[in-house]
């Protein structure tokens, strides 16, 4: 049985997934000045939507490119942030 101290470390060690997580959705924010937040909340859904994008491509491409699920990234967040507003900005 463990006791409460060994599942808090293991519960904790978690965290770095998290932060790094974090940082990534950061990638795909707008910047912005706007005080208003439900401009502010629009473009971390928006991000955090992309994001979720970006990993599921990532993982699909893992997996039919080479059946290896490697940590490092097949499409990196540039390149799936340029696909993605290549798809919503309308070439002149």
Request: with cysteine; proline share 3%.
């Amino acid at each position: 049985m463990m006791n409460a101290s060994n599942v808090s470390l293991t519960e904790y060690g978690y965290r770095r997934e998290i932060e790094s997580g974090y940082r990534s959705i950061k990638r795909f924010m707008a910047v912005t000045t706007s005080k208003n937040y439900r401009v502010r909340l629009f473009y971390f859904v928006f991000a955090v939507l992309l994001y979720n994008i970006w990993r599921l491509t990532d993982l699909l491409l893992k997996a039919g490119v080479d059946g290896e699920m490697d940590y490092a990234p097949v499409l990196t967040a540039g390149e799936c942030a340029e696909l993605v507003a290549s798809v919503l900005i309308p070439p002149d």
